[in-house]
């Protein structure tokens, strides 16, 4: 199975609520990033977490890296019709190797 | 706008077709990178292009060919591609290949494979 995977597969929640998502990895990892993707479209870069750093915030997007259990959260408060996309993490692995690895993504629905 | 142009955004071709997608940076990037996005599947990293020169090919058919004349152009060229290659090409590019930099994504050519 891939590197990352995200948790829940798909996410409907109501304007306003918060919204969270999960992605587990199996190897250790020098950073976590999440991604964004809006139908049919490209990624777009939301943030990126180190493996020493624990919390890190951007606007309404919070995310947390719990390194022993190989977990990482992405939280978005007060959740807008248009924040309507799927998220995706991406790892590196500590073996030397740069390259990327995505998840499968969440899908998430914010109703308005 | 993120900065990375793909042409063209539709592509339908037949298993017998030879085709090419382009992409183009205007970040002042130096890797670029090509990912297949199929349904319900992971992002999948094909190629990747490190100031010009290939540092990675994910085991990918030879059927996809890239080419990469300089830093600021990707291209992937087709040939003879099976129905299952049908996918969103996504071209990527960030300031040098590692780990901890932002990838900057096109917005994709979605290919259908008759």
């Known amino acids: 199975s891939q590197q990352g995977e995200e948790d829940p597969q798909a996410l409907s929640i109501q304007e306003g609520e918060n919204a969270t998502m999960n992605c587990s990895y199996k190897t250790s990892i020098n950073n976590l990033q999440w991604y964004r993707q809006n139908s049919g479209r490209g990624l777009v870069h939301l943030i990126l977490?180190?493996?020493?750093?624990r919390e890190k915030h951007s606007g309404r997007l919070r995310v947390t890296l719990d390194t022993s259990k190989k977990s990482s959260s992405l939280l978005i408060t007060a959740s807008r019709a248009a924040d309507t996309a799927s998220y995706f993490c991406?790892?590196?692995?500590?073996?030397?190797?740069?390259?990327?690895?995505f998840g499968s993504g969440t899908r998430l629905q914010v109703q308005p | 706008e993120t900065g990375v142009t793909q042409t063209p955004r539709h592509l339908v071709m037949g298993m017998t077709n030879k085709k090419s997608l382009k992409c183009e940076q205007h970040l002042g990037h130096n890797a670029m990178y090509w990912y297949k996005q199929s349904a319900k599947k992971p992002l999948e990293l094909m190629f990747v292009y490190n100031f010009k020169e290939q540092t990675e090919n994910n085991s990918v058919p030879s059927r996809f060919s890239p080419e990469c004349p300089n830093s600021s152009h990707l291209f992937l060229h087709l040939h003879t591609l099976q129905p299952e290659d049908s996918a969103l090409y996504l071209c990527a590019s960030s300031p040098d290949f590692l780990s901890y930099n932002e990838q900057f994504f096109g917005p994709g050519t979605r290919l259908t494979v008759l």
């Open positions: 977490i180190r493996s020493n750093e």
């Open positions: 991406a790892t590196d692995v500590d073996t030397g190797r740069r390259a990327l690895t």
